[in-house]
């Protein structure tokens, strides 16, 4: 089974950029789809962007559509999500998820937690004005 580890999250300013990376291993990362959730206290965890194993596909949360990038390396089995403009509201713990890529039939199921087989342990972004 392929495992994560995020990387990147730090204490942020209110209009800054930040860049959270994805490690994989244990497995082909070219094999999954890529996704990354963020969860802030008291809320549910809720969906940001995705990307499929070529990076042919890409989706976005309307929330941070317009500011934000999902890449993947996957000859070095890395990926990474850049968020610009950084918001209050963007404070989370965000999680790096893989999905076998033959789970995903459509651009709807990028979105779909129940896809992910493999999450990452979180990395904490705080955003201060």
């Known amino acids: 089974q392929i495992q994560l580890v995020e990387s990147g999250g730090r204490l942020v300013q209110n209009g800054d950029s930040l860049r959270l990376t994805c490690e994989a291993s244990g497995g082909s990362f070219s094999s999954y789809t890529m996704g990354w959730f963020r969860q802030a206290p008291g809320k549910e965890r809720e969906f940001v962007a995705a990307a499929t194993w070529s990076g042919g596909t890409l989706d976005y949360a309307d929330s941070v559509k317009g500011r934000s990038k999902i890449t993947r390396n996957n000859p070095g089995n890395v990926g990474f999500l850049q968020i610009d403009s950084l918001k209050l509201e963007d404070a989370a713990v965000y999680y790096c998820?893989?999905?076998?890529?033959?789970?995903?039939?459509?651009?709807?199921?990028?979105?779909?937690?129940?896809?992910?087989?493999?999450w990452g342990q979180g990395t904490q972004v705080t955003v201060s004005s």
């Open positions: 998820a893989a999905g076998r890529r033959n789970l995903f039939m459509s651009q709807r199921d990028l979105r779909e937690e129940e896809k992910y087989g493999s």
